[in-house]
């Protein structure tokens, strides 16, 4: 099975800052990534597909890249409708595997 | 419009065999397929199976001693039958559409609470 390491787990940052988060695929994915946005009590989002395509309705402040087996999540310019969960998920090869999760707190 | 949700029991016992149902409209079985994802409280995201829109299945290693899912195209309706519950297998269970891979439809998800 292909792991995700996602890290941070949890982090806490100000309005405005730049936030990045990332995940490690443990074998080639091929780009194959989709980055979700989960808040309290709801469904997951889709925020990022193919590791840096913007989903629809997803504002232009968020962004998708890869570097090798690293892939991440940017936030340009954190807004606190952002606080949530962030979780990855691969598609490249069943079973599907998502990282275990970052909790994003405003402070 | 496309929808999903997931219906069945909000408590089981341990030891016990949970059954839930994934409702679709908006689109047909026979045309996408649909992912079972849990989330235990507090915790992340598992991938649990699949019903593919030709009716192939598949299932998380970890899981598939325990876990069926099947489908009734004609009621649009995703089964997932997991057996041997224990507390671990507490958890919000999700339905969801991958379509073109973006995973962009998903239900309100059904919470599971394994206790005696």
């Known amino acids: 099975d292909i792991q995700m390491t996602q890290s941070p787990s949890s982090m806490s940052a100000s309005l405005g800052d730049r936030v990045t988060i990332t995940c490690q695929a443990s074998?080639?994915?091929?780009?194959?990534l989709i980055w979700f946005q989960q808040k309290p009590g709801k469904s997951p989002r889709p925020m990022i597909y193919?590791?840096?395509n913007l989903a629809n309705g997803v504002p232009s402040r968020f962004s998708g890249s890869r570097s090798g087996s690293d892939y991440s999540l940017t936030i340009s310019s954190l807004e606190s409708e952002d606080m949530a969960d962030y979780h990855c998920?691969?598609?490249?090869?069943?079973?599907?595997?998502f990282g275990s999760g970052t909790k994003l707190e405003i402070k | 419009q496309v929808q999903l949700k997931e219906s069945g029991p909000g408590l089981v016992q341990p030891s016990q065999t949970l059954s839930l149902t994934c409702t679709v409209s908006?689109?047909?079985?026979?045309?996408?397929?649909v992912h079972w994802v849990r989330q235990p409280p507090g915790k992340g995201l598992e991938w649990m199976g699949r019903?593919?829109?030709?009716?192939?299945?598949y299932y998380n290693s970890a899981l598939k001693s325990r876990l069926s899912i099947s489908r009734d195209t004609s009621k649009s309706q995703v089964f997932l039958k997991m057996n041997s519950l224990q507390t671990e297998d507490t958890a919000i269970y999700y339905c969801?559409?991958?379509?073109?891979?973006?995973?962009?439809?998903w239900g309100q998800g059904t919470l599971v609470t394994v206790s005696s």
């Open positions: 193919y590791a840096t």
């Open positions: 908006g689109f047909s079985l026979m045309d996408y397929s």
């Open positions: 019903m593919k829109y030709d009716g192939d299945t």
């Open positions: 969801t559409r991958p379509g073109a891979n973006r995973f962009a439809y």
């Open positions: 074998q080639d994915i091929g780009n194959n």
């Open positions: 998920l691969q598609y490249k090869q069943y079973p599907l595997t």
